[in-house]
């Protein structure tokens, strides 16, 4: 089995900052694309940041220049560092990995999400 496990999500003020973390462990090969999506009520799920195997990375234009995701290979893990918080960022945030099991096969694995508030 693989399974991420989530944390770093809470209750931030407006202008503060948190550091996600999203941790897969379990029988993996390697893990190509990592990424942070979220989800509030009433909203669209929506891509916040990817970052791919050679640390290329992507963000939703609301995020930019103020999120920063990064992975540590070694540790199968991704990072979502948020900047600059803002009400409208609170949603319900979940971590995604492309994992192989083996070198031939893939498949995309989920966190558990982990609830973001900015308010004050």
């Known amino acids: 089995q693989v399974q991420l496990v989530e944390s770093g999500g809470g209750l931030v003020q407006p202008g503060g900052s948190l550091n996600l973390s999203c941790a897969a462990s379990?029988?993996?090969?390697?893990?190509?694309?990592m990424g942070w999506y979220r989800q509030a009520p009433g909203e669209e799920r929506e891509l916040v940041a990817g970052?791919?195997?050679?640390?290329?990375?992507n963000y939703a234009d609301s995020v930019k220049g103020r999120f920063t995701i990064s992975r540590d290979n070694a540790k199968n893990t991704v990072y979502l560092q948020m900047n600059s918080l803002k009400p409208e960022d609170t949603a319900v945030y979940y971590c995604t990995m492309r994992v192989y099991r083996s070198a031939y096969g893939a498949y995309n694995y989920w966190g558990q999400g982990t609830q973001v508030t900015v308010s004050s």
């Open positions: 379990g029988s993996i090969f390697s893990i190509d694309g």
């Open positions: 970052i791919n195997s050679g640390g290329s990375t």
